[in-house]
């Protein structure tokens, strides 16, 4: 299991978690090593340009979401490659800070635990 299947077993178990992702798939948005935060979030809320972690065929990526159609999201790195197409409900987790840089637009999409 790889560091992002990892994050996205604690996400979808409905923690916040921190990593340090490796790579230039994201870059300049992520560099790799940067500090990236990753919440819960609400299927349903997610829209074209989010940062989010997400399962397609198999493949754990923290990739943007570049297209929805219905309840399936297209996702792609920030290059231009794509990804493929998966499920709403594979979408574990929304990038919110990027070396403590709150991303814009994620209010209203974090799951927060019921207390």
């Known amino acids: 299991m790889g560091a992002l299947d990892a994050a996205a077993a604690r ?3 409905g923690a916040t978690v921190r990593i340090r992702p490796v790579g230039s798939s994201m870059v300049p948005l992520i560099r790799s090593r940067e500090l990236v935060t990753i919440a819960p979030v609400d ?3 997610i829209e074209v340009g989010d940062i989010v972690l997400v399962r397609v065929s ?7 979401v570049t297209a929805i159609a219905g309840d399936r999201v297209q996702i792609g790195n920030n290059h231009g490659r794509i990804n493929g197409w998966t499920s709403r409900a594979r979408v574990f987790g929304l990038c ?3 070396e403590g840089v709150p991303r814009r637009n994620v209010d209203g999409k974090i ?3 019921a207390e």
């Open 43 to 45: 299927p349903a809320t």
């Open 111 to 113: 799951l927060r635990p």
């Open 11 to 13: 996400v979808a178990g």
């Open 96 to 98: 919110t800070e990027i």
């Open 58 to 64: 198999g493949t754990t990526y923290l990739h943007l």
